[in-house]
């Protein structure tokens, strides 16, 4: 069967969020699909097939980390979604059904791709104990995540500490179900994006994820509320760094970005 390698969150290979897409039949044994990706090991691996027609949805859609499979994965679906369309598998808006409900991402002229996804409820709690000595940075304020994103959000003083972060990553597995989300308001509005994150999480076998779209789920609400404004853009500054334009449409959030293929191949196994 052919496997996919797609970068996420970008017009550049390597850069974004990489991303394994494997179209099949049906799917297999769950221990098969976690061995993918595990052997992908890559943030995530998307699995997806086509469904009967005349149903709520187009395709059934799973991710799996190197080590879990997750409740919602933004760059994966868009990966998933670029692939559909670059090989004509699918035309249009695609509904996607997957363990968070039915996921929409819809193609536009200019190559970019918009994902509708629920928003993620955020609830204001005390910034745990131990949590500035595990990010290396005290918090200004932290937030639950709500259960299908599962991460612990966290505003920092400025971008420049957001850049500066040299977490350990062990001792963060102990805040949250996933990981946590360190944020700051743009430096420089002016260089096209209005927030910056950094993601960590290694409850899921990932340390740093490069670009994650589900984290702009709680992003977006955050932000737009102290900005002012539903249409946003993230910049997500791991070492490979995306991108991600955020719409905040009440119980819905708009993600928008580009993917880009970067390797094509047989899977044997």
């Known amino acids: 069967m052919r496997i996919r390698i797609v970068d996420a969150f970008t017009e550049r290979p390597f850069s974004g969020n990489p991303a394994g897409v494997l179209l099949l039949d049906a799917f297999p044994d769950d221990s098969w699909l976690q061995n993918v990706a595990l052997e992908v090991n890559h943030a995530e691996t998307a699995f997806a097939h086509r469904l009967p027609e005349g149903g709520g949805a187009d395709w059934a859609l799973r991710w799996f980390t190197p ?5 919602l994965c933004g760059h994966a679906t868009l990966a998933t979604a670029h692939v559909l369309h670059s090989t004509g598998a699918h035309e249009g808006p695609v509904r996607f059904a997957t363990r968070s409900g039915v996921l929409l991402a819809t193609p536009a002229g200019d190559g970019s791709l918009t994902l509708d996804f629920p928003t993620a409820p955020l609830t204001a709690v005390d910034v745990p104990d131990g949590v500035a000595t595990a990010l290396g940075a005290e918090p200004r304020a932290a937030y639950d995540t709500g259960p299908h994103v599962g991460d612990l959000l966290v505003e920092l003083a400025d971008e420049k500490t957001v850049h500066a972060l040299r977490p350990d990553h062990k001792a963060l597995a102990a805040y949250s179900t996933r990981g946590v989300i360190a944020t700051a308001r743009a430096e420089d509005p002016a260089r096209g994006y209005d927030f910056v ?23 977006a609400p955050y932000w737009s ?27 819905r959030t708009l993600l928008t970005g580009r993917a880009v293929t970067v390797i094509e191949g047989e899977l044997h196994a």
């Open 67 to 71: 080590a879990t499979e997750v409740d």
């Open 197 to 219: 994150s950094r993601c960590f999480f290694p409850n899921v076998g990932i340390d740093e994820d490069p670009v994650t779209g589900s984290a702009h789920t709680a992003l």
């Open 225 to 251: 509320e102290r900005l002012g404004r539903p249409d946003l853009t993230g910049l997500q500054a791991s070492r490979r760094s995306g991108r991600v334009r955020t719409s905040l449409r009440g119980e």
